[in-house]
C-alpha cells in the first residue's frame, strides 16, 4: 500500500519535486538527496522533520533518504509527472 502523501505541507513535497526533478534529468533512481548543500540551498527542517514523522524519510543533517516508503511514493510521484506530461 502506497504511503498517504495528502496534507503534507508544500515545502514537505518540494523534497519529493527535487528529487523527482533528480531522478527525470538523469534518468537513474534517486534513493537520497543532499539536505544542506553548503551554497545556501538547503531543505526546511520542518519539511524534514513532517517526512521523518510519516517514516518517509530519515536525515542526518546533510542527506535525505528515503524510506522504502518514500521510495515508492517518489516513484508514484515520478510516474505521475511522466503520465500526465504524455496527455497534452
Partial sequence: MMA???GLSD???AVFAFAAYHE???GQRVRSV???DGVGHR???AAVDELDGRGLVKADGHEISFTP???EALQHIVSGIRQGGRKA
Fill in 4 to 6: 498517504d502523501l495528502s
Fill in 11 to 13: 515545502e514537505a513535497l
Fill in 24 to 26: 527525470l534529468s538523469s
Fill in 34 to 36: 543532499v539536505q544542506k
Fill in 43 to 45: 531543505a526546511s527542517d
Fill in 69 to 71: 516508503a518514500g521510495e
